[in-house]
């Protein structure tokens, strides 16, 4: 099968190519050999993602921890950077990830340069794609796993032929369109263990990390398959837009609400600590038949001399 100028195979205009997805297995395989072959890449992306990520969190974590509560707007405001700094880091890993797997041809320092200089339209994307599915999941959780399907797709777009924004996230909407529960299918397969193994304890953490390349090279393969059968596909609307844009404001609303709420009525501090054992546990209550009695004032005699 011929392959476009962004290195997805192609079947021209159209449904010229198989009708059905390969299954959850296959998928699979072919991303477990992109994973090994791309594995020393991998290892690099980690070394630079992570590092200073856990050097930031654990600056932040002994300020936090150090200061009295309230902080004061310094302290508050290095911390603030600290986490902007640790979040801007994440989100390049990520966005390394994408182009280590959509362009497997690529040595590490070029992939480091250029994931640098399109982070910030990643960065873009990523916020319209967390503010529209938040948006959703305040609907009743239902929208929102229909719009995570439907936008699964949008990185790869802006990597393959850099559309931005909601473009890139209508043009994925467009593939999905006709297949979102073999899609869906066949993400759950992959989303769903590795949810999973966050929560093992111990290397929970750790095994969720390692395996965040194989899902995204698994998703890029269920694109391209997708891309293979659909070929070109339309064009956005300024209607389409519209709407996705207001969608995308009311879950930054939402987002925002949140937050405000928590910072004025949560002691993010006390649990914090409470969570890392640095919050002695209260003494226990006892039971009234065994609460110490006051002792009771001595009787007073009568006088009986006059």
């Not at 791309?38 to 200061?67: D, E, H, N």
């Not at 986490?83 to 390049?92: D, F």
């Amino acid at each position: 099968m011929e392959e476009n100028k962004e290195g997805l195979p192609s079947a021209g205009d159209g449904f010229k190519g198989p009708l059905k997805l390969p299954g959850a297995g296959v998928l699979f395989g072919r991303s477990w050999d992109l994973y090994r072959k791309r594995f020393q890449v991998f290892s690099l992306i980690y070394l630079f993602y992570l590092g200073p990520i856990m050097l930031i969190s654990a600056l932040c974590y002994s300020v936090w921890k150090t200061f009295p509560h309230p902080l004061n707007p310094l302290v508050a405001a290095w911390i603030a950077m600290g986490v902007l700094m640790a979040v801007l880091i994440s989100l390049w890993g990520q966005w390394a990830f994408v182009y280590a797997i959509s362009e497997p041809g690529l040595a590490a320092k070029a992939l480091f340069r250029k994931s640098t200089q399109t982070l910030k339209k990643f960065t873009w994307l990523y916020l319209l794609f967390a503010a529209l599915t938040i948006a959703g999941f305040v609907l009743f959780i239902v929208p929102g796993l229909i719009l995570m399907v439907w936008f699964s797709f949008s990185f790869f777009i802006l990597a393959g032929k850099g559309k931005t924004g909601l473009n890139a996230l209508l043009e994925s909407r467009e593939y999905v369109r006709g297949f979102w529960w073999p899609v869906f299918s066949r993400l759950a397969a992959v989303w769903l263990p590795a949810y999973a193994l966050g929560y093992v304890p111990g290397i929970g953490p750790l095994v969720s990390l390692l395996f965040m390349p194989l899902m995204v090279a698994y998703t890029y393969n269920l694109y391209g398959d997708l891309a293979a059968m659909k070929g070109a596909v339309r064009e956005p609307t300024a209607g389409q837009r519209k709407t996705l844009a207001i969608l995308a404001a009311a879950g930054v609303i939402v987002t925002v609400s949140a937050a405000v709420y928590t910072a004025r009525h949560v002691d993010l501090k006390a649990i914090w600590l409470e969570g890392a054992g640095q919050k002695a546990a209260p003494a226990p209550k006892l039971p009234a038949l065994m609460k110490p009695s006051a002792p009771k004032p001595p009787a007073l005699k009568p006088n009986t001399k006059n």
